[in-house]
């Protein structure tokens, strides 16, 4: 896959680098989700390389496919349905991913309405692969009048880690945040930091299926505004986030629609 530059990474829109839209590629003939075949749950991800819900030994981000938390993969597409915490549907969320490069690097650029984007709000994120890491490291966020803010993220916000793999394991991430108006003006940096904790690997039914493994982590801000505020997601190797709880906003997201060239393709 050719990689294609920013020109300008801190003015960049969705029409002018992607040219995709939200929609999702549906296709016939679907593989099973990974993860979804029958057997016991363990603490910690089956090892056996044939199992569809192992993390794989490839290099993260090699394409196609890629079987990872948080894959990376040009053209991936993701939907979720929102909902309150007794189940009354808001509305949805949703995102695409495109291969760019930032910073003479291989890197992912990921648009939609998805990452911690509040309402009314959807967003363009820049996400690296560091070794076990996927990393957001610029964000501009857009409303309907166009550029609202611009962030960046040293060395970045950590969005998932292949460590996440065995029941306990614990780590916290520090960063430093620096955020700008829309014409990168009035730099107002903050440190910034989260714990992340595997609690459960766990068979879990969402909306787009039923997965046998999904990777329970709780992430905790212990750095910066709205310290202790917690989110709890469920990722799947292969598939990325299929759930998300806000026990603050009492709100949860859950998986409807994902397509991976070269992996996945659900419902």
């Known amino acids: 896959m050719t990689t294609q530059p920013l020109r300008n990474p801190h003015l960049f ?17 679907q593989p099973p989700p990974p993860g979804s075949e029958a ?5 910690e991800l089956n090892d056996d390389p044939s199992d569809s819900s192992d993390m ?7 394409e196609p ?34 291969e760019v490069t930032w910073n003479d690097q291989q890197a992912w650029l990921r648009s939609g309405n998805d990452e911690d984007d509040d309402d009314g709000l959807w967003s363009e994120s820049v996400i690296i692969r560091e070794g076990p890491l996927a990393l957001r490291v610029h964000k501009q966020e857009n409303g309907p009048t166009g550029i609202i803010a611009l962030k960046d993220y040293d060395p970045g916000f950590a969005r998932a880690s292949e460590r996440w793999d065995t029941v306990g394991y614990k780590e916290e991430l ?20 989260h714990t992340y904790e595997v609690l459960a690997i766990e068979p879990l039914v969402v909306p787009a299926g039923t997965f046998a493994a999904a990777v329970k982590v709780e992430r905790i801000r212990t750095v910066g505004k ?17 759930r998300e709880y806000r026990p603050a906003d009492s709100r949860v997201e859950e998986l409807t629609q994902v397509t991976i060239p070269g992996g996945v393709n659900l419902p």
């Open 13 to 29: 829109t969705l029409a002018g680098v992607l040219g995709l839209s939200l929609g999702l590629t549906l296709g016939c003939n």
């Open 39 to 43: 057997g016991d749950s363990n603490d």
């Open 56 to 62: 794989g030994d490839g290099e993260p981000g090699d």
């Open 65 to 98: 496919g890629d079987n990872t938390l948080y894959p990376l993969v040009d053209g991936a597409s993701w939907t979720y349905r929102v909902t309150t915490i007794s189940g009354q549907v808001l509305g949805e969320k949703g995102a695409t991913l495109s």
């Open 174 to 193: 520090l960063y430093v945040r620096t955020e700008t108006d829309e014409f990168g003006q009035e730099p107002d940096s903050k440190d910034r930091g």
């Open 226 to 242: 709205s310290s202790g505020e917690v989110v709890v997601s469920w990722y799947v190797p292969g598939v990325g986030k299929i």
